[in-house]
Structures are given as structure tokens and as C-alpha cells.
């Protein structure tokens, strides 16, 4: 993964805030033996950054893990990890038609995958009459493959395709059941029936609102009746997340105009 080449980019003032601590991704990145330049940075925070990518006529998006220290403390190994987990959960649906193809990894926090050309699921978006039949088959999926998605309260991680079919992107907090077979037994086990139950609750939850001439009974109760372990995930991470949200909103005044994708958060 290269530098941006150039002029120099405008730094940020607390460069802590951001994954890539100059603020910017690199213009162009080599990956499987390919040159991709950097089109349009999608989103900046903390934890990484992602953009669109061209070559020649194919598109891409580079996601980077944080590579940047945090006060002193080196921070890049959380990066790495959560690339090298998040790599390993596309390749194992790789198969699968409602997830873009893994590319490869580039440097040592960052991986590429194919672009689905389409949108984030619209808050009061009306969807064809199939995508949420679509939507429920892939996670039943992923759900064999032993795995939770867990992010599917997002609908920014829920993408429209052109062709009118669900996609799902960002496994960065998916939760997989360990390999070993001493570890796919209690706690671990019981772990992913409750996040793969969570994922039900919030797919019901976004057909109920989007289309909800289409919900069961069942999906309707589903939503109505909410598990006391996401009523406590809502008291303790609404809180957290109402005042990180405004302390962003006070820094990124000064930051915004300098950071691309920094108003992504």
C-alpha cells in the first residue's frame, strides 16, 4: 500500500480520532497484482477507513484497520486482527451470491472486495417484494456456516443492489464459532444462538417498517416481544453512543473540511 503521492494532505488535528493518522488514504494501493487508485473515501473514523477504487473497468473498495497509535499506545494489532478475522468470515460465504467476492489483503490492516453497485437500505425505502425473502435466505446462510452477523440493526450495512437484491457487507463485528472442537460447545455456542437470534429480531424489525404488508404474524411478534439481552444492549450502548456521537459532532467543526469521509462517523 503506497503513500498518497502530491501534494501533501491537509492533517488532522487530532489525529488520534482517525484510523490512518495522516487522515487520507493512499491514492493508489496494489493488490493480487493489480494497481487500484482511490476514486471516493466513503468513511474515516476511528476504528478504519474505507474507499472506493478503480481498475480499469473494475471497482473496488479498500477497507484499512486502524494502523495509527492511540496517546502512546500502538494500536495497530487491533487493526490486523480485526482484518485478518473479517478476511476470514468473507472467505468462508464466499459462495455466497448476496456477498461481494473477497479480492485480497493489502498491507498490513487492509483488505479489498468487489463494489455492489447500489445504495444503503433507506430508512423508508419501499423494496421489491422479493428482497427480504432474498435478505432471510442469506442469512439463513450464514447462520449455517456458523456464524452471526451481528450487525444487521445498520441499515447502512444492508445495500440495495442495482439488480434489486440484498447485500450484505462490513463482518467486522461478526461473531464466528471457534474452529476447535473443545470450543464450539457452552458459552461459545450459547454466544452465537443468542447474536444469530439478535440477527432474526433485526431483520424483522427492518421488514416490519419497510414492508410490512409482507410481515407474518410471527415476524410482527418478533418485533413487539424484545429479548431482555437487546433491551439491555440498548441501556448500556445508547448512552455510550449518544455521547460519543456528540463529542464527533464538536471536533469534526474544524475537522470535516479537512478529512475526507470524516462526516461518515
Known amino acids: 500500500m503506497r503513500s498518497p503521492v502530491g501534494k501533501p494532505p491537509n492533517l488532522p488535528k487530532l489525529p488520534w480520532l ?110 421489491g417484494d422479493a428482497f427480504f425473502d432474498q435478505l432471510a435466505a442469506l442469512l439463513r446462510e450464514i447462520h449455517a456456516r456458523d456464524i452471526a452477523y451481528v450487525d444487521l440493526n445498520k441499515r447502512q450495512n444492508v445495500l440495495v443492489g442495482d439488480d434489486g437484491r440484498p ?14 472442537r473443545w470450543l464450539r460447545w457452552g458459552p461459545w455456542l450459547w454466544t452465537l444462538r443468542r447474536l444469530q437470534k439478535a440477527d432474526w429480531y433485526h431483520f424483522c424489525k427492518h421488514k416490519v417498517r419497510l414492508r410490512p404488508d409482507l410481515a407474518t404474524p410471527e415476524e410482527r411478534h418478533a418485533v413487539e416481544h424484545v429479548s431482555i439481552w437487546i433491551r439491555m444492549h440498548r441501556w448500556i450502548a445508547r448512552p455510550i453512543i449518544q455521547a460519543r456521537r456528540g463529542l464527533l459532532r464538536r471536533i469534526r467543526k474544524q475537522e470535516t473540511a479537512n478529512i475526507a469521509g470524516s462526516d461518515a462517523k
Open 167 to 180: 447485500y450484505l457487507i462490513d463482518f467486522q463485528i461478526s461473531y464466528e464459532l471457534p474452529r476447535s
Open 18 to 127: 482517525y484510523a490512518i493518522p495522516t487522515g487520507s488514504l493512499p491514492s493508489e494501493v496494489d493488490c493480487e497484482g493489480r494497481k487500484y487508485l482511490l476514486a471516493q473515501t466513503f468513511k474515516h473514523d476511528f476504528f478504519a477507513a474505507t474507499g472506493l477504487y478503480n481498475h480499469n473497468e473494475r471497482a473496488a473498495v479498500l477497507k484499512v484497520g486502524r494502523i495509527g497509535g492511540f496517546f502512546g499506545l500502538p494500536l495497530s494489532w487491533i487493526g490486523r486482527s480485526l482484518r485478518n478475522r473479517e478476511v476470514r468470515i468473507y472467505r468462508r460465504v464466499a459462495d455466497l451470491p448476496g456477498v461481494p467476492a473477497l479480492i485480497g489483503a493489502v498491507g498490513p490492516t487492509g483488505f479489498m472486495h468487489d463494489f455492489v453497485p447500489g445504495h444503503p437500505l433507506g430508512r423508508d425505502e419501499r423494496v
